[in-house]
């Protein structure tokens, strides 16, 4: 059997892939299972997906502790959530990143394999959107195996109607573009990464790096007023970064108002400020702002 776990954030589809490559193997003759497991219900909080393949029936029904695969669909969880947490020495991680980021992959060369593929550039220049659940299946494919392209064709055409051509051709160009080690890495035991341990909502405030909801102690009180301020909500944005034309802005403080991260404030002299921690990229103060003041734009560009 074949134990698969995906992470991404809400949004990108991770529950969807691991659905789709579980009806692929089902149409193969296999058995197989496919579940989500879900943290924060909101667009971009991390998720967690699970995938067992096999060609016995299958009898287990809890969570995937001990992988043989992961699969990351965003590069910005391998600094929050311990992706490799139980994965099996020797184990595969399929990996979305820029070519750019790969040197964020020495920490797990030499306990495990690492395929990696740039999904989110594939996937815009496919789909025309960051979401990277089919292009890593296309990666997916080509580490593992488990299923094969043609196979994937008949669920992506149930899945996504006239959507699928292009997520077809998004699964087809991660396949190809997909760096796979030759050689299987040396099995050694996998060590937990440092920081990844539960600890109490005192100990969480002391920290520089935050936990995200799967790290904090089960049970953990939060007794403290103001703490959602230690949550910071804007460590992903889904719509770009809002950035503010004074020469248009009247301090009329929309933005504020329909703001639902509170993520920007109002100076001593009348002035909003953001606060970008906080900010979730939602575009509602663009939207909102009656005085076209905002607009949201990528991340390189200067304020
Ligand atoms: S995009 Fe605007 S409304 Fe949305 S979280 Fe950021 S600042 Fe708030
Ligand atoms: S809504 Fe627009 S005009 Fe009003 S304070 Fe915000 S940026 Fe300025």
Redesign the pocket.
Known sequence: MMEIRFHGRGGQGAVTAAELMARAAILDGKYAQAFPNFGPERRGAPVTAFLRVSEQPIYLREKIESPDTVVVLDPTLIDLVNVADGLKPGGMMVMNLAASGRGALAKYGDQFQVAAVDASRIAVETIGIPVTNTAILGSLIKACGITSLKTMEGPMQRRFGRLAAKNLLALQRAFEETEVPEAPAAPSPAAPAAGQEGCTYAELLQREALLVWDQLQIGCDIDLPGSTAAFHTGNWRSAGR?YIDREKCVSCGF?HV????L??NFTDDGAIE?DHR?????????EECPKGAIS?REESHEQ
């Open positions: 809002p933005c329909y703001c639902p991260d993520a920007m953001w906080y900010c979730k990229g939602c575009g509602i103060c663009a949201m």
